[in-house]
C-alpha cells in the first residue's frame, strides 16, 4: 500500500468533510437570501426580487441536496472509518447530533415546501417556511459545531484507563470552544455565501457593463433588464455578506485567544512558534510584528507564549499545513472584510455599487474567497487537533477501524465527490448563465 | 422487562420502519423509473418525479434518525457493524449519494433526463439490495461472529466479505427490493391522475407482489440453516405471522379490485409487519448472538437525555411532517 490504513482513513474523512462544509455553509445562507429577496418583493412589489428568490430557489435546490447526501455520508463515515471513536464518545456526542437530527429534518420538510409550494400554499405560509428553513439550518451548523468543538476541547467526562466513567453531556455542549467555533462557523457560512454570490452577479454586471460602455449594448430588454435582476441580486446577498465579514475578524480574535489558552500548541502550531518567549512576535507570509502574537493571545505585548518545544513531539500536530492554513485564513479573511468596509462606505455615500467598477471587480475576484478562508480554517481546527481524536483523551491513531485496504474507499469517495463537485459547478454556471 | 433501552431500541425500530415506508417507497419509484415501458414510459416517468421530488429529502432524513439514535443509545452496536460491515455499507452509501445528486441534476441541471435518469434508476435499485444484505447478515448472526473474528488470525474475506457475500443475506436484499417496488407501485395507483397510468403501476404493483411472494419464500427457505433464530421467531410468531398475511392478502385484493387507497393502507401495514416481524423475532438481541439490546446499551444518564431529546424533537417533527403531507398529498382542486 502506498499509504497507511489511518493516513486513508483520515485523508477520506478530511475530503468528505472539506466536500461537506461548502454545501452546508450554503445551506445555512442561501435560505436567507432567498427569503430576504421573496420579503422585499412582498414589500416592494418589484417582480424582480420573485423572480430573484426562484431563480436561487433551483440553485438552492441542487446544492442542498448535495448537501444533504454528503451530510449522510458523514455520519455513516463516523462508524465506518472511527469505530472505537464512536463507541467511546457515542453517548457523549450522539445528543447534540440527535438534536441536529430534528433540525436537519425540519430543514428538509420545509425546503421542500418552499421549492415546491409556490402553488400550493399561500405566499406568507411560503415566506414562513423559508425563514424556518434558515433557522433550522443555522440550528443544524450549531448541533454539528458543537461536537467538533467538544473533540477539540472536551469536557463533561470523567476518564479512566481509557474508558469514560462518568458522562454529562450538557457538560460536554457547553465545553470551552463551543460558542467561539459556532459563532465563527456561522459568520463563515453568511460571509462566504454572501459574497460569493454577491461576486457572482458582480462578475454579470461587469461583463454586461463592458459593451454598453463602448456603445455596443443598445438593446433595452437585453443586458438593462437583467441589469436589475443582478443589481438586486447583488444587493441582497451583501446584505447577508458585509455584516457577516465585517464582524468575522473579532470571531477570529475571539477564537484565537480560546485557542491560546485552551489549546496552547495548537496556538503554536499555527504560528509554526518553536521557542517559548515573552513578547512573541506575530509573523505573517514573512513579516513579522513585534510582541503583536503574545498581545493578541491574551492581550499583554509581554505575555509568554509557548512554544512547540514546551510539549512533547509525539503531541505535536503537522506545524506546516496548520501555519500555512492559518495564513490563507487570516489573509482572505481581512481581505473579504476591507472589501465589504468599502462597500459599506460606497452605500453610505449613496452611491450604486452597480456603477463601481473597482468594486464590482474586487467583489467578482473575491467570489471564492470566502470558500477558501473556510477549507483553511478547517484545516487549522481539524489538523490542529492532531494527534488528537478526542483532544487529550484518544488518539487519532486508536481509533481507526481494523478494516484493512482503506485506500480504496478513500479513491472511490476521492472520484465521486471530484465528479460532483464538477457536475455541480457546470450546473450552477448554466443557472446563472441562463438569466444573462 | 421494558425499561429505557428498550424504548430507545423501539425508536430506532419506529424510525427504521418510517424510513423504509417513506424512503423505500423513494426507491422503489427509481426502480420502476428504471423499468418504464409501454407507450406512456415518459408519463410513468413524470409521475414518479412529481411525486418524489417535494418530500424525499425528509424521508431520507429518517435513516439518519436510525443512524444518530443507534450510536447514541447503542454505541457497540453501531461500531461493530460499522467495523464488520464495512464494504456493503459503503456500497449503500454511493447508491445513496448517487440517487440523491442524480434527482436533482435530472431535475435542475443543464443535460436533460436522460443521464441522470439512468443513474437515479440505477442507484435506486442498488441502494435497498445493500440494506437489505446488511439486515439479513445481521439477523444471520455472521456479522457478530465476524467481529469476534478481528482479533485473531481470521483472514480479510472471513471477516470482512463472508458475513454478507451470501445466499441469505442477498434474499434478503432482493427481498428489501421487491418490497419497495410494491410499496411506490401501490402508492403511485393512487398519486396517479389518470385511469391509464392508475392500471400501468396498479399492473406493476400486481407484479412486485408477486415478486415479493417468491422473494419472501425463499429467504424463509434460505433462513432456516443461515438464521435459525430468525426463522423460529418468525415461524413461531404465529400471531404477527397471520397479521402479515391478512394484510398481503388485502393489499392484493385491494389492488385487485382497483381500491387503491385501501391498496396503500394494506400496503404499508403489510411491510411494517414483516419488518416487525423480524425484530421481535430477534428480541432481545439487537445483533444476534453477541448484543442484547441491554449489553449495548449507553449509561442511563445519556439514555434519559435522548428520551428526552427525541420527546422535545417529535413535538416539532410531526406537526411539520404532517403540513408537509397534507401540503403535497393531498389532490390539488385545480
Same mark, same amino acid.
Given at each position: ?189 453568511? /460571509?462566504? !455565501?454572501?459574497?460569493?454570490?454577491? #461576486? &457572482?452577479? =458582480? $462578475?454579470? @454586471?461587469?461583463?454586461?457593463? +463592458? ?21 438586486? /441580486?447583488? !444587493?441582497?446577498?451583501?446584505?447577508? #455578506? &458585509?455584516? =457577516? $465579514?465585517? @464582524?468575522?475578524?473579532?470571531? +477570529? ?184 | ?334
Amino acid at each position: 500500500m502506498l499509504i497507511s490504513d489511518l493516513m486513508a482513513a483520515r485523508a477520506q474523512m478530511a475530503l468528505s468533510l472539506g466536500f461537506h462544509i461548502i454545501f452546508a455553509e450554503i445551506g445555512i445562507a442561501m435560505p436567507l437570501l432567498m427569503v430576504l429577496a421573496e420579503w422585499r418583493w412582498r414589500r416592494t412589489g418589484d417582480g424582480v426580487y420573485l423572480q430573484l428568490a426562484r431563480r436561487w430557489a433551483k440553485g438552492t435546490a441542487i446544492l442542498f441536496a448535495v448537501g444533504a447526501v454528503s451530510g449522510t455520508v458523514l455520519s455513516f463515515e463516523l462508524g465506518l472509518l472511527w469505530p472505537s471513536f464512536m463507541q467511546l464518545a457515542g453517548p457523549v456526542i450522539g445528543i447534540p447530533f440527535a438534536l441536529e437530527g430534528f433540525a436537519f429534518f425540519t430543514e428538509a420538510i420545509f425546503l421542500g415546501v418552499y421549492l415546491y409550494g409556490w402553488e400550493r400554499v399561500s405566499s406568507r405560509a411560503h415566506t414562513l417556511a423559508g425563514l424556518i428553513v434558515a433557522v433550522s439550518g443555522a440550528a443544524s451548523a450549531l448541533f454539528v459545531v458543537i461536537v467538533n468543538a467538544w473533540m477539540n476541547t472536551p469536557t463533561g467526562v470523567t476518564v479512566d484507563g481509557g474508558r469514560f466513567t462518568a458522562i454529562d453531556p450538557l457538560v460536554a455542549m457547553r465545553n470551552p470552544s463551543t460558542i467561539q467555533q459556532v459563532v465563527h462557523m456561522l459568520l463563515a457560512a453568511y /460571509a462566504s !455565501t454572501g459574497l460569493a454570490v454577491a #461576486g &457572482i452577479h =458582480a $462578475a454579470v @454586471l461587469l461583463k454586461q457593463r +463592458g459593451p454598453q460602455l463602448s456603445g455596443r449594448g443598445a438593446d433595452p430588454s437585453g443586458p438593462r433588464a437583467s441589469g436589475a435582476f443582478h443589481r438586486h /441580486a447583488m !444587493t441582497v446577498a451583501l446584505t447577508v #455578506g &458585509i455584516p =457577516a $465579514a465585517l @464582524l468575522q475578524p473579532i470571531s +477570529g480574535d475571539t477564537s484565537a485567544r480560546a485557542v491560546a489558552r485552551w489549546q496552547p500548541v495548537k496556538l503554536a502550531a499555527m504560528e509554526s512558534l518553536v521557542e517559548t518567549q515573552r513578547g512573541a512576535p506575530l509573523r505573517l507570509v514573512g513579516f513579522e510584528i513585534p510582541r503583536a502574537l503574545s498581545l493578541l493571545a491574551f492581550r499583554d505585548p509581554d505575555a509568554e507564549v509557548r512554544g512547540l518545544s514546551a510539549f512533547p513531539r509525539d503531541e505535536w500536530p503537522p506545524v506546516t499545513p496548520v501555519h500555512v492554513a492559518f495564513q490563507v485564513m487570516v489573509i482572505l479573511g481581512t481581505l473579504m472584510a476591507l472589501v465589504c468596509a468599502w462597500a459599506s462606505v460606497t452605500m453610505l455615500r449613496r452611491r450604486d455599487i452597480a456603477d463601481h467598477r473597482g468594486l464590482l471587480r474586487a467583489l467578482a475576484l473575491l467570489t471564492p474567497a470566502g470558500f477558501i478562508a473556510t477549507e483553511a480554517g478547517w484545516v487549522v481546527t481539524e489538523v490542529g487537533r492532531q494527534p488528537w481524536i478526542i483532544g487529550g483523551i484518544m488518539r487519532t491513531a486508536d481509533a481507526v477501524t481494523p478494516m484493512p485496504g482503506l485506500a480504496v474507499p478513500m479513491i472511490v469517495f476521492t472520484l465521486i465527490y471530484v465528479g460532483l463537485a464538477a457536475v455541480v459547478a457546470i450546473s450552477i454556471a448554466w443557472l446563472v448563465r441562463e438569466t444573462t | 422487562m421494558i425499561g429505557l433501552p428498550e424504548i430507545i431500541a423501539g425508536v430506532v425500530a419506529i424510525a427504521l420502519n418510517a424510513y423504509v415506508l417513506t424512503g423505500g417507497a423513494d426507491f422503489g419509484g427509481g426502480v420502476w423509473d428504471l423499468f418504464a415501458s409501454g407507450e406512456r414510459r415518459e408519463r410513468q416517468r413524470e409521475l414518479i418525479a412529481e411525486s418524489i421530488a417535494p418530500i424525499w429529502e425528509a424521508n431520507h432524513v429518517w435513516l439518519i434518525v436510525v443512524v444518530v439514535v443507534l450510536f447514541t443509545g447503542f454505541p457497540s452496536a453501531f461500531s461493530m457493524l460499522g467495523t464488520v460491515l464495512h464494504i456493503p455499507l459503503t456500497i449503500m452509501l454511493i447508491g445513496i449519494v448517487l440517487r440523491g445528486s442524480a434527482f436533482v441534476f435530472r431535475s435542475y441541471g443543464p443535460y436533460g433526463r436522460n443521464r441522470w435518469g439512468l443513474a437515479f434508476a440505477i442507484a435506486s435499485v442498488i441502494t435497498p439490495l445493500l440494506l437489505g444484505t446488511i439486515i439479513g447478515s445481521i439477523a444471520t448472526g455472521a456479522a457478530a461472529d465476524a467481529s469476534a473474528k478481528i482479533a485473531g488470525a481470521a483472514s480479510f474475506g472471513e471477516v470482512f466479505v463472508r458475513p454478507w457475500a451470501a445466499p441469505f443475506p442477498a434474499a434478503v436484499g432482493f427481498f428489501a427490493l421487491a418490497l419497495f417496488a410494491f410499496l411506490a407501485a401501490t402508492y403511485l395507483t393512487v398519486d396517479a391522475e389518470q385511469a391509464e397510468l392508475q392500471e400501468d403501476f396498479r399492473i406493476r404493483a400486481l407484479a412486485a407482489a408477486a415478486a415479493v411472494l417468491v422473494c419472501a419464500a425463499l429467504a424463509l427457505g434460505l433462513a432456516h440453516s443461515a438464521a435459525p433464530r430468525v426463522a423460529m421467531g418468525v415461524v413461531g410468531g404465529l400471531l404477527i405471522q397471520a397479521a402479515t398475511a391478512s394484510a398481503a392478502i388485502s393489499a392484493i385484493a385491494a389492488l385487485w379490485l382497483r381500491r387503491y387507497r385501501l391498496a396503500r393502507i394494506a400496503a404499508a401495514a403489510q411491510v411494517s409487519l414483516i419488518l416487525w416481524g423480524w425484530m421481535i423475532a430477534q428480541y432481545p438481541y439487537l445483533i444476534p448472538p453477541a448484543l442484547t439490546i441491554r449489553a449495548a446499551a449507553a449509561p442511563a444518564g445519556t439514555l434519559r437525555l435522548l428520551a428526552v431529546g427525541l420527546a422535545g424533537g417529535a413535538v416539532i417533527l410531526l406537526p411539520s411532517l404532517q403540513y408537509m403531507w397534507r401540503t403535497f398529498k393531498t389532490k390539488s382542486r385545480a
